[in-house]
T-cell receptor, first 110, second 114 residues
Framework: SQQGEEDPQALSIQEGENATMNCSYK?????LQWYRQNSGRGLVHLIL?????REKHSGRLRVTLDTSKKSSSLLITASRAADTASYFC??????????FGAGTILRVKS | KAGVTQTPRYLIKTRGQQVTLSCSPI?????VSWYQQTPGQGLQFLFE???????NKGNFPGRFSGRQFSNSRSEMNVSTLELGDSALYLC?????????????FGPGTRLTVL
């Protein structure tokens, strides 16, 4: 079963705009990870944030984690057409398996 | 370093048959996990192997099994296939560290059961 919810389910923006995706989860976690998937292919790891961290950056990505609200957000700045993909958050409770959300489908129009 | 490889990439089977999927992890990674992805259930954890031992198991019937070899390569087997087993099966490997680490996914094996 999935850990939680992601919203929005789908997001359509123009190139150059920022995209924000949210993820909520139900249990305590060890870390939370974000992945990208293009057209039903394998998942690409984007960023990992540990439960004792509140914010992390990687290039155009910014992830926040609020353990009191059991939620996380992924911000992609200055989006590009190549960012079009499905984005999944995944929680890791014991450091050994991932529980994925349902994902957000992002479409960046050029 | 070469990435995670999975073979075959596509499979078509009929109900009742069995299938074996293979995964070669990134060199040095001893943890290998398997996930099933379907439109209805999303991404679900099947099992994890570490040093040839199943360390964690998801909520799947016994028809789903796996194993890991001494070189960390892993196989998963599905017996008595059902239509609902049609899915993308993803393998992931990681360097095992306390507190968890990023997982590197292979391209997946798309299984169609007719």
């Amino acid at each position: 079963s999935q850990q939680g919810e992601e919203d929005p389910q789908a997001l359509s923006i123009q190139e150059g705009e920022n995209a924000t995706m949210n993820c909520s989860y139900k249990t305590s976690i060890n870390n939370l990870q974000w992945y990208r998937q293009n057209s039903g292919r394998g998942l690409v790891h984007l960023i990992l944030i540990r439960s004792n961290e509140r914010e992390k950056h990687s290039g155009r990505l910014r992830v926040t984690l609020d353990t009191s609200k059991k939620s996380s957000s992924l911000l992609i700045t200055a989006s590009r057409a190549a960012d079009t993909a499905s984005y999944f958050c995944a929680t890791d409770r014991y450091g050994n398996k991932l529980v994925f959300g349902a994902g957000t489908i992002l479409r960046v129009k050029s | 370093k070469a990435g995670v490889t999975q073979t075959p990439r596509y499979l078509i089977k009929t109900r009742g048959q069995q299938v074996t999927l293979s995964c070669s992890p990134i060199s040095g990674h001893r943890s290998v996990s398997w996930y099933q992805q379907t439109p209805g259930q999303g991404l679900q954890f099947l099992f994890e192997y570490f040093s040839e031992t199943q360390r964690n198991k998801g909520n799947f019937p016994g028809r789903f099994s796996g194993r890991q070899f001494s070189n960390s390569r892993s196989e998963m087997n599905v017996s008595t296939l059902e239509l609902g087993d049609s899915a993308l099966y993803l393998c992931a490997s990681r360097f095992d560290v306390a507190g968890g680490a990023e997982q590197f996914f292979g391209p997946g094996t798309r299984l169609t059961v007719l």
